[in-house]
């Protein structure tokens, strides 16, 4: 008898307000903007599994984030407006604080972490646990690559030169052969749906 039958666990792309800068958001576009999760769950509802792409300081091997990084968060939100980040970026860039400038990194857990704060889900996979579980490695190993790249941060906008945690879900999502679903724009401002991030 098979054990597995009629068991089945899914992928869950989930939704979240991003925490920390919700003043500077709210400032800025009337609203909360998003952080999109993937999370893997079993057939329980208990959750097995959460992938998130996350800003890191270049300037450590903890992947922690110091106040430096922090600052330099705030300030692609006070730049990106103006359109001059990208400006500032590069002159910060070729000094030796370039070195704490954040890039985009995958963060794993093999728990719930932040699931439970997610306030909109969609379902993206629902398969046997084998199949599902295979799914979730070929999103970790698309992530692994994407850290390798070392893309610097741009927390606000998306599209071609954007790299955030909405470009990297798409990237990782389209390299497994799974749809770049958009968001629910519940929390995302306008523009900030999943796009490839060239």
């Given at each position: 008898m098979?054990?597995?039958?009629?068991?089945?666990?899914?992928?869950?792309?989930?939704?979240?307000?991003?925490?920390?800068?919700?003043?500077?958001?709210?400032?800025?576009?009337?609203?909360?903007?998003?952080?999109?999760?993937?999370?893997l769950?079993?057939?329980?509802?208990?959750?097995?599994?959460?992938?998130?792409?996350?800003?890191?300081?270049?300037?450590?091997?903890?992947?922690?984030?110091?106040?430096?990084?922090?600052?330099?968060?705030?300030?692609?939100?006070?730049?990106?407006?103006?359109?001059?980040?990208?400006?500032?970026?590069?002159?910060?860039?070729?000094?030796?604080?370039?070195?704490?400038?954040?890039?985009?990194?995958?963060?794993?857990?093999?728990?719930?972490?932040?699931?439970?704060?997610?306030?909109?889900?969609?379902?993206?996979?629902?398969?046997?646990?084998?199949?599902?579980?295979?799914?979730?490695?070929?999103?970790?190993?698309?992530?692994?690559?994407?850290?390798?790249?070392?893309?610097?941060?741009?927390?606000?906008g998306?599209?071609?030169?954007?790299?955030?945690?909405?470009?990297?879900?798409?990237?990782?999502?389209?390299?497994?052969?799974?749809?770049?679903?958009?968001?629910?724009?519940?929390?995302?401002?306008?523009?900030?749906?999943?796009?490839?991030?060239?």
């Amino acid at each position: 008898m098979d054990e597995t039958k009629g068991r089945q666990w899914r992928i869950e792309l989930c939704e979240r307000p991003v925490r920390k800068a919700q003043r500077v958001d709210m400032l800025l576009f009337g609203r909360a903007l998003c952080h999109p999760f993937l999370a893997l769950i079993d057939e329980h509802d208990k959750v097995l599994g959460e992938i998130h792409l996350v800003p890191f300081d270049r300037s450590t091997t903890t992947r922690t984030r110091t106040r430096l990084n922090r600052l330099f968060e705030l300030a692609t939100a006070a730049t990106v407006p103006m359109h001059v980040d990208k400006a500032v970026r590069g002159v910060v860039g070729a000094t030796p604080l370039g070195r704490y400038y954040p890039t985009l990194h995958s963060l794993f857990y093999d728990h719930a972490a932040q699931y439970a704060k997610a306030l909109v889900r969609q379902e993206l996979v629902t398969d046997s646990p084998s199949r599902t579980r295979t799914t979730w490695n070929l999103l970790r190993m698309a992530a692994t690559r994407l850290d390798a790249r070392n893309l610097p941060y741009d927390r606000f906008g998306s599209g071609r030169g954007r790299n955030n945690c909405q470009s990297g879900l798409a990237t990782i999502l389209a390299e497994a052969g799974l749809p770049v679903i958009p968001l629910s724009g519940q929390f995302a401002a306008p523009g900030w749906n999943p796009r490839l991030s060239a």
